[in-house]
């Protein structure tokens, strides 16, 4: 078949199109000071030791700023200023004024959203299309649902008496800075409490830059709070006296330790730890809905997800086709530049992570897995790592039993739906599972079976303000969102007839 | 001549998002406290009515079929503009006959209670539905659902407090409104259509209507494509004729009298039980 | 000719299959939600220049009026070979597509230009005329010189379960085409949902379709993101079954470059890049063509141009 000059021209323009040239999110929309220092008390100060930490931009590793690094001393004035503003006057603001400033600091973060997305790209790697479309949006919906809660929590916990806990330290990760700063303060606020946050050491911007927008919407100095530091500014907020609970997002690993340092005293807790989410496809689903459901659940923010749908199982029968399917779609995510508006997956978090993602790997290949990763180039500079499927799993494997917290997933085979769920369940995790049939009563009964605190049905990595999310077992234990996720914030007596 | 002529406004009722003034032509005029003409305010027939209705029906599916945080970003929008507005309010309160003070206060619960009622909009369904434990291999899940058109008869205070008293909740709970506001409000009431005709609400959504209070609230109850009305505008005297009329096709009554509580948004609000087989 | 074509379970039997085909399933929300990500790409400089030029060059260029005269015809042929009047660098469409009684003049107006002679046939839009009309008209169209005939599927058959029905309807217009090319129109818009807009995908396909089409744009719902890339995928998955390519037109309120340039992305990421030529991807469309224009004006110029500047067809 010879071919027309019309048909070569039309060709190369389908390549030029598809390649899709750069299509950068200009940075300059965020002014990024060369240091922040910690926010206490309504005010900017240095830790007082004067010691500060660097935190990078992952795509480049190149450092973005210097940010406070808080000792034991910062971390007491921090908690020292959030009793005290709880005690003269957080704890005592009429709830309809408590509600109002929720909400307007959810219209700010939604003014100054692109900015927001900027920074978080910037600081932690993840794709500005997820930071734009995601997490940021995300966040603010948080304050603006937790906002309506305010004045209305009599009907929260029906025959009780809501009162806020008071000092409240909240410890977040790296995976969403913004998005989880929201889910911790949001409900912490809303219910009348006082927070001292600590920030991931590798992501600390978005969450300073918050503290400002809560200053801004007019919050009394006090409330809000951020100590920036490592793992020992954790533990000197966790060790604090003055704290009355402490919520943590974060490694099974800390978690346990956390609890174990917290046994004995009086203070509460909640803990969402890690995960290694099932995701099961029957031969009945809609297979290219399910191909995107499953690179939604493990490629999604570099698949650094405590939910992620690490673990496929997919039914015999149609293993090959998804299979093909999903190998064909992972040639199509573009990995790179994360401000580029095209980037599907963009750069792991830290060097620490993608080493430990690389060791996952190579260990999977020694104990005989096959690994598939795309032919697509990957940029050299910065931290990245291919999206990666690892076949040929017994179950015994560490990854297919430790959190890999990187874009990597493993696939295993099943043969009826009691099999699906003894695999799913066999883990000590138990935060998020998948499942995809066109079948209503088989989503209803494995859901029932399946030791998870969220199943999706026919999506995957769904999250909102009014959904309670949270795990079992070593996973951790209490919910965030929803009318549940208050309980975690309110003293609850009975109120006696 | 060195005077300016100030320019005075045209108040007008507010049906399927436009402006129009009475099909029937007529006006009522409106005068200060010292019974000085400020307006001839549009006045309501039968027809417009109608109107409305009709704007409020077609309004509704769209209104209903947004999520439950998008509606409560848009009775939140018209909190927003309310509040810039707030000059305007007390001005117009003022020549209605309150004092500063008390045009101030209603501005306030005005804005206030359109927050409130943004809050709650993706709120109620958690607290009155929910899962039913059923003794059988079900789930079994109760939705909240709206009712559909809501007429709602105002109070005749000359507030505009006592309006969004009654718009918030029933737009919260997804329902679309046609609101009679009677003498006294009618200034205000213009300029609510104002507001919310500049803060997202979709045309249709919100209609209002000044007018002759009783004999609207008449039509309103025997139309039958109206789902709900809320008779808290409604001397008590009044209601109970107006209830029997209901009787007709059954429709919902209620008297919220603008309370900001779990009960008044349930008055707005039905509940569909849906059954599922949970068993391979 | 009845050929009984049956669905049991997920795959379609008939005699005229050389072997059973899958259909599948499509889940509506997860499909809606690629379809956003990928009309979404954000496509700049080379890819947004060679975008449009593409979508230029794979317009057919529609007139499809009770009011249609060879004189608006003559026009619109005009406007296909020179899409901008000022421009001669700016390709021909790949098509004009009109009613039959306009194809002697659409084949007068453009000559061997290579641009193509579409026509609607059998009966559009609604189809519901007895099936030995709707072929002679096919004949008719194809007589008279079309290159291309654009048929409707038959949707009362389709959603009444008689999909033998469909099936050899849209076989019989292929047989009465000939050579031309046989353009098959599911008419999405009034199918309900998308895993009837598969099922009909299939059955066309099956059939003998060359191409497969959204609409025939009488009707408020048209071609939409998630509609192309469930027409995408099962022309993909046809292809897998059956090693034949069938190719894709997109018609009916595609109206500016920014719609235009997610479809692509669209079919690139879902098809590849074989299926960015005119030969395997259409937009039917009028007024987008001016929009394309105006945007590739602004690219070579750097200043927003004047649409009334262009010509009106």
Known sequence: ???????????????????????????????????????????????????????????????????????????????????????????????????????????????????????????????????????????????????????????????????????????????????????????ALACGNTVVLKPAETTPLTALLLAELVDEAGFPPGVVNVVTGAGATGSALVDHRGVDKIAFTGSTGVGKGILRALAGRDVRLTLELGGKGAHIVFDDAALDQAVEGIVDGIFFNQGHVCCAGSRLLVQESVADDLLGRLRRRMELLRVGDPLDKNTDVGAINSHAQLVRIREYVEGAVAEGCAVHQPQREIPSQGFYYPPTMVTDIGGSERIAREEVFGPVLTVQTFRTEAEAVARANSTRYGLSAGIWTEKGSRILWLANNLRAGVVWANTFNQFDPSSPFGGIRESGFGREGGRQGLEAYLELTPVRP | MTTRTPVAK??????????????????????????????????????????????????????????????????????????????????????????????????????????????FADKHEQLVGGVNPVAGPFLNVSQVIPLGVCGLACPDDGGVAGLVGLIGPALAAGNTAVAIAGGPSALVTSTLGEVLATSDIPGGVVNLLTGDHAALMGWLVDHADVDMVDLSGVAPEARGELVARTAENLTRSACTEGREDLATIQAFCDVRTVWHPARI | MTTALVRDGDRLHGDALRAPLAVGGVDAVALASRAARL???????????AGLELTVRCIDLTTLEGADTPGKVRALCMRALHPDPDDPGVPPVAAVCVYPSMVPYAVEYLGDSGVHVASVAGAFPSGQSDLAARLDEIRGAVADGAHEIDIV?????????????????????????????????????????????????????????????????????????????????????????????????????????????????????????????????????????????????????????????????
């Open chain 2, 10 to 119: 045209t108040y007008k009722l507010f049906i399927g998002g436009a402006f129009p003034r009475s099909e029937s032509g007529r006006t009522h005029p409106v005068s200060d406290r010292k019974g000085r003409l400020v307006a001839h305010v549009a006045w309501a027939s039968r027809k417009d009515l109608r109107d409305a209705v009709r704007a409020a029906r077609g309004a509704h599916g769209a209104w209903a079929a947004r999520t439950p945080y998008n509606r409560a970003q848009i009775v939140y929008r018209v909190a927003e503009v309310l509040e810039g507005r707030r000059a305007q309010f007390e001005d117009e309160l003022g020549v209605g006959g309150m004092t500063p003070r008390a045009a101030r206060a209603d501005v306030d619960a005005a804005v206030d209670t359109a927050v409130y009622w943004a809050g």
């Open chain 3, 39 to 49: 009309a979404g790409r954000s496509i700049k400089r080379e890819s947004k220049s």
């Open chain 1, 1 to 187: 078949m010879t071919t027309t000059p019309a048909r070569d021209v039309a060709a190369r323009l389908g390549e030029t199109f598809a390649d899709y040239v750069p299509s950068l999110e200009g940075r300059d929309i965020v002014a990024i000071r060369p240091s922040y220092g910690l926010m206490i008390g309504g005010r900017e100060r240095p830790a007082e030791s004067g010691a500060t930490i660097t935190t990078i931009d992952p795509s480049t590793g190149a450092a973005l700023s210097e940010v406070a690094e808080a000792g034991p001393a910062d971390v007491d004035a921090a908690v020292d200023a959030a009793r005290g503003a709880f005690e003269r006057r957080w704890r005592d603001a009429a709830p309809r004024e408590r509600s109002k400033l929720v909400f307007r600091l959810a219209r700010l973060l939604q003014d100054r959203a692109r900015e927001f997305a900027v920074l978080e790209t910037l600081d932690g790697g993840k794709p500005i299309r997820e930071s734009r479309d995601v997490d940021v949006p995300l966040a603010a919906a948080h304050f603006f649902y937790h906002a309506g809660w305010a004045d209305k929590l009599q009907y929260a916990m029906p025959g009780m008496r809501a009162r806020p806990l008071g000092v409240v330290g909240q410890i977040i990760p790296w995976n969403f800075p913004l998005m989880m700063a929201a889910w911790k303060l949001a409900p």
């Open chain 3, 153 to 313: 599927i038959n949707r009362g058959a389709l959603l009444s379960g008689h999909l033998d029905v469909v099936f050899d309807e849209v076989a019989a217009a292929k047989e009465a085409c000939g050579d031309a090319h046989l353009k098959t129109i599911l008419e999405t818009g009034e199918l309900g949902s998308y895993d009837q807009v598969r099922l009909a995908s299939m059955i066309a396909m099956a059939a003998g379709s060359d191409v497969i089409k959204t609409s025939t744009g009488k009707l408020p719902v048209s071609a939409t993101p998630p509609v192309a890339l469930c027409m995408a995928e099962a022309i993909r998955d046809y292809e897998a079954q059956t090693g034949r390519a069938v190719g894709l037109k997109l018609a009916g309120g595609i109206r500016t470059s920014k719609q235009a340039l997610g479809y692509l992305a669209i079919v690139a990421e879902t098809l590849g890049t074989g299926w960015l030529t005119p030969g395997m991807f259409r937009f039917g469309a009028s007024t987008l063509l001016n929009d394309v224009v105006l945007q590739m004006r602004f690219r070579a110029t750097g200043r927003y141009a004047r649409p009334d500047d262009l010509p009106v067809d």
